[in-house]
């Protein structure tokens, strides 16, 4: 018998070798490789109407999307930025990076996205915008952060990192906030390998199409910018990964009842759920169990070589970059750190097959009490 066989976590939508080729042909044919060529063009007029019903660029990654995402917010350098403590290393760093701060709000400990009433209790007079995440798939309370991004005149700015293709009430999830920045990388699911697209909720301010492209317009630097341009060949992976967008999604959704059959039942463990008239995640299948369940599982998970998405750590706190930030709450004590370290995301992707799940099921079963 040989070892057993590995399940990753991820998977990248493999591209069309024969359409990328003919892609990279027909854009060396036209001498252009970046800049946005007819390819970029391509692309980006196809995924519009797949993130949102308003405006949307391209750019070259969903961390340089969040970037230009809170530049765009005209917030004075030093503002404060009120974001979540679970999230990717790139909602933070987007804020920092762009010479702001970042203040982390509590999370509400049923959705672990951004909780309205610690949002409320961190604006101070110097916050200028809210950073919230669709964290795993679920969408945030955007009511709520709407009315009090109004409430206090904040830009709101969405990282919609986990969201392609997300849905709210049977709108896309772009359609709430003043913009919202996806990621397009090969870790999520539709993507040009690096890329990011910022998406506007309406028609788009000119300001932003420049931003990407050095703040130029007309030959002239006239507004803040710098190089966010998606490239002929990123756009040319993204066109040839495209057309097999759909049987993947087709895949992750039959996974998705096949994990739930396979795990009803088993004590211990729980669905990550989406809220109320969210359609479900197609990037992650997440769980929720004590933190010291989700560490044996995640261990006897890859001790038979399958690999899950362990928590996100803490983006601050004791260990990160930012040590001395703490967590505002309306509660007794902050839920992230409790509530965070709860999740596990299970292997989501085309290539896991029944047996994978059964054998999945069955450890976590071994392990879970
Ligand atoms: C992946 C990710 C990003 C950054 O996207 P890149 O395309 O890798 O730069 C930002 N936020 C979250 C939550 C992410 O998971």
Known sequence: MGDPRIVTVGRPILPDLD?????????????????????????????A?????????????????????????????????????????????????????????????VTL?????????????????????????????????????????????????????????????????????????????????????????????PQSARMRNFGMQDGRMTGPGTNAKLSEAQAAVGLAVLPKLDVEIEQRQKLRRLYDDALQGIAGIRRHDSRPQASDSLLYYPLRMPPAVQQRVFMALAQERIFARDHFALLCGQGTYLPDAQIVTTKNTAQAPIAGPELLCLPFHGGVTAEDVARIADIIGKNSI
């Open 19 to 47: 359409l990328m080729k003919d892609l990279m042909a027909e854009a060396v044919a036209a001498n252009w490789l970046s800049n946005f060529g007819s390819l970029h063009n391509r692309l980006e007029r196809q995924l």
């Open 113 to 205: 996205t951004l909780c309205p009433d610690a949002v409320r209790a961190a604006i101070t007079p110097r916050t200028a915008a809210i950073l919230p995440v669709h964290f795993v798939g679920v969408p945030c309370d955007v009511d709520a952060l709407s009315q009090i991004a109004k409430d206090h005149g904040l830009w709101l700015a969405f990282d919609a990192a986990h969201a392609f293709m997300l849905e709210l009430k049977g709108r896309p999830i772009s359609s709430w906030g003043d913009v919202s920045a996806f990621s397009l990388h090969a870790t999520k699911l539709m993507h040009t390998g690096e890329g990011g697209a910022v998406v506007f909720p309406g028609t788009h301010d």
């Open 49 to 109: 109407p797949m993130v949102g019903t308003g405006s949307t660029q391209l750019v070259s990654s969903g961390t340089m999307a969040l970037m230009v995402a809170l530049k765009l917010g005209n917030l004075t350098d030093g503002a404060e930025v009120i974001t979540s403590p679970l999230s990717f290393a790139a909602t933070v760093q987007a804020i920092t990076w762009c010479g702001y701060k970042p203040v982390f709000a509590d999370v509400d400990p």
